[in-house]
């Protein structure tokens, strides 16, 4: 079975301090791995994904991620938070390119950026 | 821009009475999929189609079906309505399964049951 956990419900972190949110995951063949982002009463937007290759992966708006196989964790960081990157974020897990392609999600982790 | 639509934003229906959600897409993708997000808690998967291939998932109630009549659209039917059906219903697509499969989702329909 695929899951992901992210340990906290809630980050709260100062305008311009660098923000991690944290992400676990366990599969039992190679991960895809991905960061969505939702904001309230809204769909879920696509921030970046990790298949293969280098281990630090860059998205949208100034994220990145990093695969770290031997803690099985893509946490997702930013140098320097802003006030808009205020939401909720979800970790998403799927295993391999077979067995399913249902992305298994986190149960989400609610970033709140104060001025 | 190319995107996924999806109407109403919010519909109500009573217990019991047939609803269906509509999704349609403007980036062309082969894949179409629909989850159900309860409050507070993460999107599940309820089915897709890739292509005309429906996939139900093992886990979703007959109470849900799904029809795609076109690659452009999707809809999601819920035949008897249940207080427990209520929940934000998100439809995503993404250009295939495996290379391309970064799902783009549209803003959702907030289901009422009363």
């Known amino acids: 079975a695929q899951s992901v956990a992210q340990p906290e419900d809630q980050v709260n972190v100062a305008e311009g301090n660098p923000l991690t949110v944290k992400c676990t995951y366990s599969v039992s063949g190679n991960p895809y791995l991905f960061w969505y982002v939702q904001y309230p009463n809204r769909g879920l937007q696509f921030l970046l994904k990790?298949?293969?290759?280098?281990?630090l992966v860059k998205g949208s708006y100034g994220f990145e991620a990093e695969f770290n196989k031997s803690q099985t964790s893509f946490h997702l960081k930013k140098p320097s938070a802003l006030v808009s990157d205020s939401a909720l974020y979800f970790c998403a897990v799927r295993e391999g390119s077979n067995s399913g392609y249902a992305l298994n999600f986190g149960k989400g982790t609610s970033l709140l950026v104060t001025p | 821009d190319a995107m996924v639509i999806q109407n109403p934003r919010y519909q109500v229906t009573q217990f019991g009475k047939p609803v269906t959600l509509s999704c349609s897409q403007t980036?062309?993708?082969?894949?179409m999929y629909w989850y159900q997000q309860k409050s507070s808690q993460a999107p599940k998967l309820l089915f897709h189609?890739?292509?005309?291939?429906?996939?139900n998932e093992a886990d979703t109630p007959d109470n849900f079906q799904s029809r795609r009549p076109n690659t452009s659209f999707c809809f999601l039917d819920i035949r008897s309505p249940g207080l427990g059906d209520a929940a934000m219903y998100l439809c995503?697509?993404?250009?295939?399964?495996?290379?391309?499969?970064?799902?783009?989702f549209g803003p959702g329909t907030r289901l009422t049951v009363l």
């Open positions: 980036l062309n993708h082969n894949v």
């Open positions: 990790y298949i293969t290759g280098d281990n």
């Open positions: 995503a697509t993404s250009r295939d399964l495996i290379r391309y499969n970064e799902q783009f």
């Open positions: 189609y890739y292509d005309k291939d429906f996939n």
